[in-house]
């Protein structure tokens, strides 16, 4: 049994701690403010928000991540009615999925069977250590070039498949779940709608019990965390905590941003604007009527080259990519924006301005008076505890970078490993508990 500090305690910090503790480790995780990190608990009115992600994707990851763990599944996934929802594109509005009586339909199903070889092999892809020495990753790397050929780009591969202009704006779209642009994005990234084939989930008490889900995990195999205890230096694998205490493990894993640990190790840190993933203006709002709205609309960037050019200018772009969540009487707007820090009030020009392009798209002009009560969470939040600017995924690395055969900086210093956002990339949650997974194989194989 060896001692582990955990720096952080976001879900990839409490998830990569259970799986220590159930392998006999004394594990402690550090938390400057509460756990959770982006997913938390915030009261509007009298009415519960969980904050951060809102959609489960890849299902199979997280039931590796229980498999591993040893306990039968507590998560009540629910699959959220219209899938990834409606995407109003310039172009018209796209359901994804695409349903069967819909005029593209029969494109959909071309670009999913495209993607189809390499569905099998996506839970190993974002399961297993990145080894061309282990079979399996190799299989998965090879399905994965077998589709997207000679096009590193989310951008390129569209292109390539000459897809309507509405069905390739919608699924441009989601190079964004990379916190970048089609053009800077992986070609992975133009996959998720077809490697998804709509199964989009929820688990049915709300995404908060994810968290409760991986702190009993943690607890129950004597994980301890410290809430409100901030990592204010580190000198190999001894911590420096705010107050002067000092802790020495055996062994450091940072659950932090890779910047924010840079730091804490003084080393040079730089993160230019444009090198940025994005940001968030969220709208957090309790409606006093109802609305005619599905549970997911998207509302894509009405041109992605502009939106590239203000993102790497750190400016604000004329449309942006804006995703609405409807769960009455909650309603979440999330504005993507550059990593600036900036902290934008809801009578922001530019707020309104896109909120108001938002409800014209959805042809919900009661959007905004509906609302009763709301609150906001922007840049100047995220940069709280995350990258600097707020960006939501940490530094963009280049296209070539970002994908799951980039090596991974996994085991930062001899006693230091490394999980979470900006480590694994896409930082959502199957990268996140992926990672996780990755982290304990290779941390059990030292151990071993
Ligand atoms: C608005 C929004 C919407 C999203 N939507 C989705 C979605 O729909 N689906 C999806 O899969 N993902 C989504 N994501 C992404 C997902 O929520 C995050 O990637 C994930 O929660 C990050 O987890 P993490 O543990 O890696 O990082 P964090 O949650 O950032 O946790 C890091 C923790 O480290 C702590 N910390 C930092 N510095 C120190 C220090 N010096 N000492 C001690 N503690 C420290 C922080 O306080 C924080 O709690 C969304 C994110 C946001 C913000």
Redesign the pocket.
């Known amino acids: 049994m060896r001692s582990v500090g955990i720096?952080?305690?976001?879900?990839?910090?409490v998830a990569l701690a259970a799986l220590l503790g159930g392998r006999g480790h004394a594990v402690t995780v550090?938390?400057?403010?509460r756990a959770?990190?982006?997913?938390r608990r915030e009261q509007v009115g009298a009415v519960t928000f969980d904050?951060?992600?809102?959609?489960?994707?890849f299902p199979e990851v997280w039931r590796a991540y229980v498999e591993r763990v040893g306990e039968p599944d507590p998560l009540d996934l629910r699959p959220l009615p219209g899938g990834l929802g409606v995407h109003h594109t310039p172009f018209g509005p796209v359901p994804l999925p695409v349903p069967p009586d819909h005029p593209l339909h029969p494109h959909w199903r071309s670009y999913v069977r495209t993607a189809a070889p390499l569905r099998p092999h996506l839970t190993t892809l974002l399961t297993t250590p990145p080894r061309v020495t282990d079979p399996a990753f190799l299989r998965a790397a090879r399905a994965l070039f077998g589709v997207t050929g000679r096009h590193p780009t989310a951008h390129a591969w569209l292109r390539a498949q000459r897809l309507p202009p509405a069905l390739e704006h919608a699924l441009a779209t989601h190079a964004l779940n990379a916190g970048v642009t089609p053009w800077d994005a992986p070609a992975l990234y133009a996959l998720i709608p077809a490697l998804l084939d709509g199964q989009v989930y929820r688990p049915a008490a709300g995404m908060g019990a994810l968290l409760d889900t991986l702190l009993a995990l943690a607890g129950r195999r004597g994980v301890v965390i410290r809430t409100g205890?901030?990592?204010?230096g580190l000198r190999a694998t001894t911590l420096e905590l705010d107050g002067g205490e000092t802790v020495r493990h055996d062994v450091l894993v940072s659950?932090?941003?890779p910047t924010?640990l840079a730091a804490?190790r003084r080393h040079s840190t730089r993160s230019p604007v444009g090198r940025r993933t994005v940001s968030?203006f969220?709208l957090y709002g309790v409606l006093d009527r109802p609305l005619p709205l599905p549970y997911t609309s998207i509302v894509p960037p009405d041109d992605f080259r502009a939106l590239r050019r203000a993102l790497r200018a750190g400016a604000l772009p004329d449309s942006t990519l804006t995703m609405v969540h409807h769960d009455p009487p909650r309603v979440t707007v999330?504005i993507s924006m550059p990593a600036t820090g900036a902290a934008p009030s809801p009578d922001h020009p530019w707020v309104q301005a896109e909120l108001r392009r938002v409800a014209r798209r959805l042809d919900v002009p009661d959007l905004l008076p509906a609302l009763r009560d709301a609150r906001t969470l922007t840049p100047a939040h995220?940069v709280?505890?995350?990258h600097p600017g707020g960006a939501?995924?940490g530094a963009a690395a280049p296209a070539w970078r970002a994908g799951p055969l980039h090596p991974q900086p996994y085991h930062v210093a001899p006693g230091l490993w490394q999980v979470?956002?900006g480590v694994h990339p896409g930082?959502?949650?199957?990268a996140?508990l992926g990672g996780a997974l990755i982290v304990n194989t290779l941390m059990a194989e030292r151990d071993r």
Request: charged letters at 15%; proline letters at 4%; aromatic letters at 8%.
């Open positions: 720096i952080g305690g976001g879900l990839a910090g550090y938390e400057r403010d959770g990190g982006k997913l904050t951060g992600p809102s959609l489960f994707t205890c901030a990592v204010t659950a932090i941003d924010r804490l968030g969220v999330l995220y709280l505890g995350g939501i995924y979470g956002t930082g959502g949650i199957p996140i």
